[in-house]
């Protein structure tokens, strides 16, 4: 099963990205995005 989770920049905290993962997945997913506040590639991981 999957759930909803959102993506937040590590740099400014804006709220990004939204996109599902495994519910058994304990970590918290950190993905390379764009962000366009920041205008650069930043890490984005995943909020409570």
Do not use: G, I, P
Request: glycine share 0%; with cysteine.
């Amino acid at each position: 099963m999957r759930k909803k989770v959102v993506l937040a920049c590590e740099v400014c905290y804006h709220r990004n990205y939204s996109t599902m993962k495994k519910t058994d997945q304990l970590h918290r997913l950190e993905v390379n995005k764009f962000c366009k506040t920041c205008n650069a590639h930043t890490v984005h991981r995943e909020t409570k």
